[in-house]
């Protein structure tokens, strides 16, 4: 990748992006130095322009941003750069520098749900249907994902909209649980999807 520091001399911005969620985190500059670094230690280090100096994210306070992917734009003079946050990104505690920490979308809610799926399995709760399901092991949930599956394709034929997207999601609910009883999350599932489309 042949990056062109000329243009912004000798600064490119880098746009950070969450690699589970999709948000975008924080807008940062980084010059010729700081890429390598970044590239060659897998952390976000950027050129601070204030500090005049290199500054790794998360050196002060421990909350790293660590790199999945890099990719630069169609002129080689920006970069987008995918990362796993290691707690809030933004100085202020908020989960981006856009003060988003309340915010939610929809790649937050299946990220939240998978982890509370997860929760239910390794510290099963009593009363909750999840526990429970994991409880009665892999065939039985399998045998649910089926039952919803074809509650599903049932729902399909007819025309009764809430009725579908019901029966749409608990398909999507149950296929979260089979994931994590066969110790996949979504995302495993979107990496071969995304294979494919290459």
Not at 2 to 18: C, E, H, M, R, T
Not at 113 to 140: C, D, M
Not at 181 to 186: I, M, N, S, T, V
């Amino acid at each position: 990748m042949k990056i062109d520091f000329v243009k912004g001399s000798g600064l490119v911005p880098a746009i950070i992006q969450d690699a589970a969620t999709g948000k975008v985190l924080m807008l940062g500059f980084m010059n010729e130095e700081a890429f390598q670094k970044t590239q060659s230690e897998k952390r976000v280090t950027f050129f601070s322009r204030t500090k005049k100096r290199l500054w790794t994210k998360g050196e002060e306070s421990g909350n790293f941003l660590h790199v999945v992917s890099i990719d630069s734009d169609c002129d080689n003079d920006s970069l987008l750069i995918k990362a796993n946050p290691v707690g809030p990104v933004c100085h202020t505690g908020a989960d981006t520098c856009w003060n988003e920490k309340n915010e939610k979308v929809n790649h937050d809610f299946l990220t939240e749900l998978e982890q509370t799926i997860e929760a239910r399995k390794n510290s099963p709760e009593e009363n909750s249907y999840t526990s429970t399901l994991f409880s009665k092991g892999i065939n039985k949930i399998a045998q649910k994902v089926g039952e919803e599956a074809t509650e599903l394709v049932i729902e399909a034929k007819d025309n009764d909209a809430d009725l579908f997207l019901n029966e749409g999601a608990d398909l999507l609910f149950h296929y979260l649980i089979l994931l994590q009883a066969k110790g996949f999350k979504l995302q495993d599932v979107i990496a071969k999807l995304e294979a494919r489309k290459k």
